[in-house]
Structures are given as C-alpha cells and as structure tokens.
C-alpha cells in the first residue's frame, strides 16, 4: 500500500510555519501534527508535576508518559489538554516557549515523542509543523519546506500579535528571546533546525504569508499532491 503523504513545514519560530501548516491541512483536508505543542505540553507537564526542566530523567519521564489530547472548538481553534485539563493558553506564553525549547535539547526527549507525532499520519494525510518534520520525524515525505524569515521580522510579527493581544511586551525583549531561542534550536546535538537536503527554502521576510502559501501550493500541484480535491 502507498505511504500516506506527508507535507513538512519546519523553520525557526515566528516564521510563518503555523498559518501557512494551516492553510495547507485545511485546503487538503488533512491531518495536522503541531509537534511545537507536544514539546510545549511537555514543558508545562513539568511545571505542573514539579519536575525541574533540568532533570533530564524525570522530564523523560514525564514525556514518555504525556497524556494530551487535541480537540477542535466551534471556532476552528484547536485546543490542547493535559490530563483533561486545557493548557492552550499556558503553553502559548514566553514562558512555554523558552521550557518547550529547553525540554527540546534533551535528546531522551525527542526520541520519547518521535513515535507519538509518527501516529498522526493518517489517511489521506498530513501537514507536520516543526524543526525536524523533514529531517528526522518524516524523512521519506514528498514535500519537505523549510520557512524562514530573518530574527528581527519575526521579532516584529511577534511584537505586533501581542500587542494586538494587549500584552505590555518589549520589541528589544521579544529579538534577544527570538535569538537565545534560535540558537538553542539550532546548536543542540540531536535534531538541530536545519533544513533538510531535500527541502524547498523559503525567505518570508519580505513576502506575504499568502505569497508564501501560493508558493507551496504550487508544489503540492507539480506533485498532484491536491488531486482527489
Ligand atoms: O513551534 P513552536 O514555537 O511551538 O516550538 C516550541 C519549541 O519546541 C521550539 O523552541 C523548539 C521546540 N521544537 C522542537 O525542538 N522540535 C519540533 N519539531 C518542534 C518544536
């Protein structure tokens, strides 16, 4: 039987990789793998637990034994419990990022969840959001992206959505947690964001998220990707 397709969309974060791993599923009708989520799960596991994101055997533990879910709302937004309980807001704030990167070097970690994101290729398909869909989780996927924007775009994006939001944040702040946060990403010794041989590279700093999706859908239709749409 033919493998199930699978579309991955790593990059560093602010890039664009979410509304653009979005718009994909959505126009498919496919599956989708947040597997940023599952590390931020992880990381807030932790805070809940009383497990220190430095011990490293007690984080495994936790990830090995992560009891989350995904749900869609009514809205489209798609919620993430942990043991039933909702953490979408917890897990989307500074303070889960910088524990989903941290709890993310560790490489017990990652080899914990590595199954876990391959259970989410399903029929007809999948878009996975990450920093190593394409290099580590789904290798053999027919379209791998890698998305990109320099430090201080996606710092600005940031600024603005929290601003939008009535968060009191620094710019200043948001570009130094935007580089600490590439460079342990990029530096770490197990899966480290990079775009893999086969990738297609895309710059968004100076183009639209739609021209950035026009692009992509370009290449789901040269691989007829799209077709049984
Ligand atoms: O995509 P995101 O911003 O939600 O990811 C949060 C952190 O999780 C990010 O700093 C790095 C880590 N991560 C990872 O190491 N590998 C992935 N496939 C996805 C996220």
Redesign the pocket.
Known sequence: MAEVPVITV?G???AG??TVSHLLADTLGWHFL???????VT?QACLIEGVSWDDHAAVTEVARHLEVSFTTAASGEILVAYKGVDVSRE??TEE???G??T???IPAV?EALLAR?REFRRAPGLV??????GT??FPSAPLKIFLTASAQERAERRYKQLIAKGENVSLARLLEDIQE?DE??SS?EV?P?VPAEDAIVIDSTATSIEDVFARVMQEVTKRGMNASR
Do not use: F
């Open positions: 790593d560093p974060s602010g990789k979410g947040d597997s940023g989520a599952l590390y931020r990381g897990i989307r889960g990022g910088r989903a990167s709890v993310a070097a990652r994101q996975a959001d990450g920093r190593d869909m580590v989780v946060r342990r990403d770490r899966s964001l």
